[in-house]
């Protein structure tokens, strides 16, 4: 699958386009399918995100895993501060990454 | 240090206001991103992978207490309790919010710091010896003349569209600390026959993708010309420069392909002209400056004598302070290093709790390293005890400087935008499997740097063992480097092979040290080691 990316403009957080709208989720992420460049450009003159990208993804039983390790990253957090992640309270997080 | 005249403040506020508009305008949607980037960059902002990141100019690495509490007290108010130090002695905030950032710049005006310089195609922050003003091996400090420079260099026009950015590194001792020849210009205080100050000139340094030690282009500039030499360079450098080829625009490349001595020729050429320019410093702004930098006021007839009846104490005594120009006084080093940390980052905790021993034991003054500890300059010998109980209490009395666990890691992909691979859990790999403090005194000397892409920020190529992150069909695969130094004896890193995934790279370093502990000699180092009996053996061992 392909999903939507990018950062918030004022915040710069980490967001996913999720079909109507961002989150911070990633497992909250649409298939944008072949749309991702004609939403990436309206959402970003709209100044809803700050440089979006299409990434590729995969669906499975834990939700939706970007295809790089960069973009797992980017939806997480750092590894070596998990408790800065989006998911403090989860010890084993850091291996959805790796 | 030098403190801002009416001048520098009036510069600094309005480039502070200028930015907000900016911000403001972005905000509003009256620019787009590519128009914004720019402007952003000039100010230290840039977009990274969970957030915009500030970097701080330190310049020379010296701040005072009231800088440091601010810092703190920026990390705990507009990021998340943290910051962390740099290899250009800079620090960078991870988690900055483009709407915060214009109030952040406000608050580090009041205390005469800014972003600028930081980013872009500009001269960075000048880097210096961590020990500058206080070490027992320097013919002086060279600070004033690393302030002269930033000051003359900032905003020059034509400095502030270079083809790429452009390092500069100031030392005054024998003893290198900064790794002076892996910049783009390299400047070392030395005294000629006559016993005048001047700088021997080394240019055409730095790492990234195409690594180059800095050449000896000038044995002795007298010290009052050096700016019209420095013009010299940067002249010439930015008339030949490819401006169409990303990879070919560090001066390094130039004076590569000229060949040094052509480049060297062709410097010597336009500074002859640049001295008819009478563009240089004047004398009495050269003593201007330097007032700011006159020593504080040592005390005499202090004890030399440390207790070392408690062991830790001795042995932090021993690993962390070095020798001081001014009798009963010493130079502590702070380490940031501890293992399982993240090597340069520092709470805001801890940033008051340096400044406050700063004010209280050294003279208000702090440094930075660019291998991203701290340093308390001037520090009374009566006095270590108790710097060391309360940095032992901040977490902050590690003792590893140099040592096998001291890694220079650059952050790597966990949080930049241009890694490849994650540097920062490698680095903590390592000091995990080199904790035990005897193994680590037993290796001795041992520089590893880590870099999580080819742009070096890491420094891996002046490691004694270097590593490097590469993204090998989407997995973090990292490569070996042996015989590095960003030293006076300074030396390139060489790869040794294939390279290793996660685990398989700390078990290389492993079996480069029982190499190094097997074959060495009496008082060798690693690296002495390494360029006696050459690569082989370590390969052996590691891929045999």
């Known amino acids: ?98 | 240090m030098y403190r801002y005249d009416q001048y520098d403040q009036a510069i600094v506020d309005a480039r502070v206001e200028e930015f907000r508009d900016q911000a403001a305008r972005r905000l509003a949607g009256q620019m787009t991103e590519d128009q914004f980037k720019p402007l952003r960059l000039k100010n230290g902002l840039y977009l990274q992978l969970h957030a915009y990141m500030l970097r701080i100019a330190i310049p020379y690495g010296t701040l005072n207490s009231r800088q440091l509490r601010m810092l703190g007290h920026i990390a705990r108010t507009y990021d998340r309790g943290y910051g962390h130090f740099t290899t250009r002695q800079n620090i960078q905030y991870h988690w900055i919010k483009l709407q915060d950032a214009p109030d952040i710049l406000a608050e580090l005006a009041t205390v005469e710091m800014h972003a600028i310089q930081t980013s872009g195609e500009s001269i960075r922050n000048i880097s210096a010896d961590q020990y500058a003003g206080a070490a027992a091996d320097e013919i002086c400090d060279p600070r004033p003349w690393a302030e002269l420079i930033r000051q003359a260099t900032t905003f020059h026009p034509e400095f502030s569209y270079l083809p790429r950015k452009f390092k500069i590194a100031l030392i005054a001792s024998p003893t290198d600390r900064a790794a002076l020849r892996w910049h783009d210009l390299a400047l070392r205080i030395v005294r000629n026959e006559a016993g005048e100050e001047g700088f021997e000139v080394f240019a055409g340094g730095g790492m990234g993708r195409t690594p180059f030690i800095a050449y000896p282009i000038r044995a002795f500039c007298p010290a009052e010309q050096i700016f019209s030499y420095i013009q010299a360079v940067l002249r010439v450098w930015n008339s030949h420069a490819r401006r169409d080829n990303i990879h070919k625009q560090r001066m390094k490349i130039l004076v590569h392909d000229l060949g040094h001595e052509e480049f060297t020729r062709q410097v010597e050429e336009t500074f002859a002209h640049m001295l008819t320019l009478g563009t240089d410093f004047p004398r009495a702004e050269y003593e201007r400056i330097a007032a700011y930098f006159t020593p504080p006021p040592f005390e005499t007839g202090l004890p030399e004598e440390i207790d070392r009846a408690d062991p830790e104490f001795a042995l932090w005594v021993d690993r962390q302070t070095a020798a001081h120009k001014a009798p009963g006084y010493a130079i502590v080093n702070v380490s940031l290093k501890r293992v399982g940390g993240i090597g340069g980052d520092i709470t805001a905790d801890q940033m008051d709790i340096v400044a406050d021993l700063a004010e209280r034991y050294s003279f208000d003054d702090i440094r930075v390293s660019h291998a991203q500890n701290l340093v308390l300059p001037h520090v009374r010998k009566q006095d270590l005890h108790a710097v060391w109980q309360a940095l032992d209490a901040a977490g902050l009395a590690d003792v590893n400087l140099d040592l096998v666990t001291d890694i220079i890691a650059c952050p790597g992909l966990d949080y930049c935008t241009l890694a490849n691979a994650r540097s920062i859990p490698i680095a903590q790999k390592i000091a995990q499997r080199f904790a035990d403090i005897d193994r680590q005194l037993e290796l001795g000397e041992l520089k590893i740097k880590i870099s999580g892409c080819i742009n070096a920020c890491g420094h891996h190529h002046a490691g004694h063992i270097g590593i490097l992150g590469v993204d090998r069909k989407g997995t973090e695969n990292y490569q070996l480097l042996l015989g590095g130094s960003g030293a006076e004896d300074t030396s390139l890193g060489k790869i040794t092979g294939p390279g290793f995934d996660e685990d398989g790279i700390v078990d290389a370093v492993e079996k480069t040290t029982d190499v190094y502990l097997r074959e060495r000699q009496d008082g060798e180092r690693f690296l002495d080691t390494y360029r006696r009996i050459g690569v082989e053996p370590f390969k052996e061992a590691i891929y045999g």
């Open chain 1, 1 to 98: 699958m392909k999903i939507l990316t990018g950062n918030d403009l004022a915040t710069g957080d980490v967001i996913w386009w999720t079909g109507s709208g961002w989150s911070r989720h990633v497992e909250e992420s649409a298939d944008v399918g072949e749309k991702g460049d004609e939403i990436a450009q309206t959402e970003a003159a709209a100044r809803r995100v700050n440089g979006p990208y299409i990434i590729d993804a995969s669906r499975d039983e834990a939700g939706i895993r970007p295809a790089h390790i960069k973009d797992r990253i980017r939806a997480l957090g750092p590894t070596v501060r998990l408790d800065l992640s989006l998911k403090p309270a989860d010890p084993t997080i850091g291996t959805w990454v790796i």
